[in-house]
């Protein structure tokens, strides 16, 4: 009886640091999730804020535009609505002669839309990929604005600049110098390492004094290396990072 209770005795004393470590275990377990649950909420309250004022801006953009039969927008390959309610707001405040884009779409047919609005101003509007032209023209005849835009098909050629290739856009269709307004959303950023780059090396000579840039996805790391390079490159030109989604470079040069 007595072997019982000591062999029960020593059984429980060795069982108490098991019992010991999952209770650690346990408390640590409970730390951890209530930490996960905190990221996760604050993550789900800043996506919903966020896709909350992209559907304001998309809203208002349309309201005050007045595009409501429908717009050309895919969520992976348009401008966001708050890049273009930047670029629309420039446009209608700035009422900039002769813009200039590099690459099509959404942004061609709002800063259309900006020009028939201020009775002044055109689009020139370089696009690469002639079934994106082809579309980004049918939007603009259909929200009757082609007289304010010219798609330009430029397919990507070989640019050698300072001893370094890069496929951008051919610049032989383009008669436009004397630019006010530059918006940069292409080409896109897979097809090679500092894809946009080329933009202010070979139009810079085409820009009037006091033209404003805008450069979209400027949060991505490839987008910083090239505000990076142009700022030393192009000293003169004063840089804003503006933070929308997915974040916005704009240089001017007045
Ligand atoms: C980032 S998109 C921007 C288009 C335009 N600025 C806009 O906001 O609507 C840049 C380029 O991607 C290409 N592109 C557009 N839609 C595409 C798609 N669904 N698949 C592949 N490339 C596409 C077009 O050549 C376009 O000029």
Redesign the pocket.
């Known amino acids: 009886m007595m072997t019982l209770e000591i062999l029960t005795l020593i059984l429980l004393v060795s069982l108490i640091p098991l019992l010991l470590s999952l209770w650690y275990r346990v408390g640590h377990l409970q730390q951890s999730l209530g930490e996960t649950r905190g990221r996760l909420e604050a993550l789900v309250q800043g996506e919903t804020r966020g896709l909350f004022s992209q559907l304001e801006a998309d809203r208002s953009l349309r309201d005050r535009l007045d595009l409501h039969q429908g717009l050309?927008y895919?969520r992976?390959?348009?401008?966001s609505p708050d890049f273009l309610k930047l670029i629309v707001e420039h446009c209608l405040e700035a009422r900039p002669a002769r813009i200039l884009?590099c690459?099509?779409?959404?942004?061609t047919l709002m800063l259309a839309r900006c020009c028939q609005l201020n009775g002044q101003g055109h689009v020139y509007s370089l696009?690469?990929?002639a079934p994106?032209a082809a579309a980004t023209g049918h939007h603009l005849d259909r929200y009757g604005v082609a007289d304010r835009a010219s798609l330009i098909l430029a397919p990507l050629e070989n640019q050698r600049i300072k001893e370094e290739n890069y496929l951008w856009y051919g610049l032989n269709g383009l008669p436009v110098a004397d630019i006010d307004m530059l918006v940069i959303?292409?080409?896109?950023g897979f097809l090679q390492r500092h894809s946009r780059y080329p933009a202010l090396p070979l139009l810079f000579g085409r820009l009037s004094d006091a033209c404003v840039i805008f450069l979209d996805d400027a949060a991505r790391q490839d987008e910083k290396e090239i505000v990076m390079r142009w700022k030393q490159e192009f000293p003169a030109i004063r840089h804003e990072f503006i933070p929308t989604e997915r974040g916005c470079s704009v240089f001017r040069l007045g």
């Open positions: 050309p895919s992976n390959w348009s401008a884009e690459s099509s779409g959404l942004t696009e690469n990929g994106f959303d292409g080409p896109p």
